[in-house]
């Protein structure tokens, strides 16, 4: 499940790099930067050095998988957009789980632990954004940051209860999931400064 | 009076993306970015990981309130420039001490330590700016990373004569402070390349 | 042989700066990042903080003298295209080396051994570009990751092999160094995505 959502991940970042008319290695690079980043800034950050991603080479292999996949087929993958939001979408899902249980996992109080399963579901997309010098998608635009928030609340908010891990888990991925699809679905987007 | 510190250096992140028109997430994240980055850089370069940031999470909250606040307010804010430029100067003092005092702390050489100095004080605002695709202003303009330079300069002279901790913090602070409030009133900027 | 390799890579973040018309404080960050931002990446995500080049402070100052002559002998230095382009290569060759080998030392396998070679050797220069909002030259144009990929896939299979660890060294150099400056000469570069 967890090479899934990086695979996805990778995705999105080789046919940025394609549309961008990067190279082989650019487009591997965006790839890897889009599904790996944000895990890495979390275990850096959680004093997990080196990070998983480079203990088990499983992620780099998914990682360029995704951007060979990109390189080669990135015609068939742009026209397929709603197939691959719906999987970016269960892709963060589990990011978001998965970085806030592991920064629980580490003694993170509440809000950090909240800030960590963010940057892990996010940090991917904004290096892959900032290589290519665009503002990060995520600081522009509908709810996607949002959709993770709600997933580590929840997961937050389980264990603050006592509540089974798994069962929260699957909440937690499901609401992320639902909230990111059917904000896209409706065109809801987060509100901008008054008078700005 | 660091709680501050991280309050006022979030209202140049929060303001900047108003300007940019980005979302709440997005002035909530740039509002962090400006006021934490630069501490969270200083402590994962010493090896302090989990840097302070994440483990005392008043400085999540000054930071989502600086957000917050240039969110709701960002016209009066805007309005301020120069209230707002003496406090960002007070900031750039405190925060130049307090990273090269922890630097100092864990055995660092002098030129080390003022490196992680300038970066606490100016990491921030280097990743704010780079958030929004802007050329860092501290690269660009103005006496503002130079008087974190000096700060640090006398906290390590002062350390290396033998001189008492908080006169030695005091008189840096009052120099960062003085250096950048004086060259903004008289327009100094650094040397341009000659011929460049 | 490493500090020349500093010096010269600070020379292209420094001559970049020039041209983007940032002050001296400018020229030499952008000389510190261009020339260490590698190293200090590897570092971090090998768990070796604080990194080497904050605990030997020859590099710093390695740099700095490279931001300095770049502020003041620009002109001269942008003429010498070639043999910058030549000992720029030599750089490549060396850092992606020392990359490779310290991950080795530290236990990584072969995969994440060569992605930290070529974060060693490109990490730099990724952030030089970064810092002035350019698209990093290394993942837009020519044989340069690709030079450092060789390198490093030279040091794992010599490891691997049981070989003497010097020659391989002077082999993956050599390699890494004569793709590029061939590359340069003939004006290869990397295959973009059919139909992009």
New interface residues.
């Given amino acids: 499940m967890d090479l899934a959502g990086v695979f996805i991940f990778g995705l999105s970042g080789g046919t940025l790099?394609?549309?961008?008319?990067?190279?082989?290695?650019?487009?591997l690079?965006?790839s890897?930067a889009a599904a790996l980043a944000g895990g890495?800034a979390r275990d850096?950050?959680?004093?997990a050095?080196?990070?998983a991603?480079?203990?088990d080479?499983r992620y780099?292999?998914a990682a360029l998988a995704s951007g060979l996949a990109?390189?080669?087929f990135?015609?068939p993958i742009l026209r397929l957009v709603k197939p691959v939001m719906v999987l970016d979408a269960a892709g963060l899902g589990l990011f978001t789980v998965a970085g806030c249980s592991k920064a629980l996992d580490?003694g993170?109080?509440p809000?950090?632990a909240v800030?960590?399963a963010v940057i892990t579901a996010c940090g991917g997309g904004?290096l892959r954004d900032?290589?290519?010098?665009?503002?990060?998608r995520?600081?522009?635009?509908e709810i996607y940051?949002?959709a993770a928030?709600l997933g580590a609340v929840i997961v937050v908010a389980g264990g603050r209860l006592g509540l089974p891990d798994l069962p929260v888990a699957i909440a937690a991925v499901a609401a992320t999931f639902a909230l990111r699809v059917v904000s896209v679905v409706r065109g809801w987007?987060?509100?901008?400064?008054?008078?700005?």
């Fill in positions: 790099a394609v549309r961008h008319r990067l190279d082989l290695f650019g487009v690079v965006l890897m890495v850096l950050l959680l004093g050095a080196p990070p991603t480079f203990r080479d780099l292999w990109a390189f080669f990135h015609r580490y993170m109080e809000l950090p800030l960590l904004v900032l290589l290519v010098t665009e503002i990060p995520v600081l522009r635009e940051a949002v928030l987007s987060a509100p901008r400064a008054p008078g700005s």
